[in-house]
């Protein structure tokens, strides 16, 4: 201060002294807790190092075959998968025959092979031995994503993105009309609620889908799937985190909204017979019928 009264130190000088502390501090502050994070980054490096060094889990054809019309039967013959080199076999010797239009419950204990199943099937995972045919086609000649065009999945952990309703849905079928998208909500019985909604389908829905219920996420992710309008579609464990009365209503409706399409039900709970035209169980590794009460 004695500076600029003598008129020896500029006042605006005097100003960059003082503030320069501020402005390098804020400047390398972040330094050291950014140095702190460096081990556990070198971990997650290591971690992501590890997964791009595997082997790709599906082989793409180099000429993929024609892709086949409907109907889209599936058979499979056969199927042993493992999920790595040197990995135990999840299924072996597995055979499935799910002709257009049926629908096939596969149940059993978790961890036995059900949603492995399901992979193969959406081209997620290559086959170890044996065949999965769709619409006569070996799936492993044809392209994963004509495959996935014609096999939908409604999983029991489906994303819902931190966006509207309407944008959730519109990810199945982007050029979706309103009409449309209230008509999958109506068959995955939301509709009544969305209606209610003061928002409507510009309601948030929260981040992972924060804001609604176990019951409802499920319900807009399948309905989400019928606005794609899949032939086949793979309910994988839909009322995995729902009590038994929930879960069984819930199944019931999804099963009701899916009555035109072939389905695929994959489930630790037990299954009505009355509700699909055959009960599998995997049992070490192969799908064993479950005889009728």
Request: glycine letters at 8%.
């Amino acid at each position: 201060m004695a500076g600029v009264r003598a008129g020896t130190l500029a006042g605006v000088a005097l100003a960059v002294l003082a503030l320069m502390p501020l402005a390098v501090h804020e400047v390398f502050g972040g330094l050291a807790p950014a140095a702190q994070e460096i081990p556990r980054l070198r971990v997650a490096a290591a971690r992501v190092a590890e997964v791009l060094r595997q082997p790709d889990p599906v082989t793409e054809p180099a000429r993929p075959a024609p892709f086949p019309g409907p109907p889209y039967d599936i058979r499979v013959q056969g199927l042993t998968v493992r999920w790595g080199e040197g990995e135990p076999d999840v299924l072996r010797g597995a055979d499935l025959d799910l002709p257009a239009g049926s629908r096939v419950a596969v149940t059993g204990p978790s961890g036995s092979g059900k949603t492995t199943l399901a992979m193969v099937l959406l081209r997620f995972l290559d086959p170890a031995a044996g065949t999965v045919t769709l619409g006569g086609a070996d799936i492993t000649t044809l392209a994963s994503e004509q495959v996935r065009s014609v096999i939908g999945l409604c999983a029991q952990d489906a994303h819902i993105f931190d966006t509207t309703l309407r944008e959730n849905l519109r990810l199945a079928r982007p050029a979706a009309a309103d009409t449309e998208i209230h008509e999958a909500l109506r068959q995955a019985r939301l509709d009544d609620w969305v209606t209610s909604l003061p928002a409507g389908l510009c309601t948030q829905v929260g981040e992972h889908g924060a804001r609604l219920s176990g019951g409802q996420r499920q319900r807009l992710a399948l309905a989400r799937v019928l606005l794609a309008d899949f032939p086949v579609v793979i309910l994988d464990e839909p009322a995995e985190h729902l009590d038994e009365p929930t879960a069984a209503a819930l199944t019931a409706d999804l099963l009701a909204a899916t009555a035109d399409r072939t389905v695929l039900l994959i489930t630790h709970r037990g299954v009505r017979q009355a509700d699909v035209d055959q009960v599998l169980r995997i049992t070490r590794g192969r799908l064993e019928p479950v005889p009728g009460r």
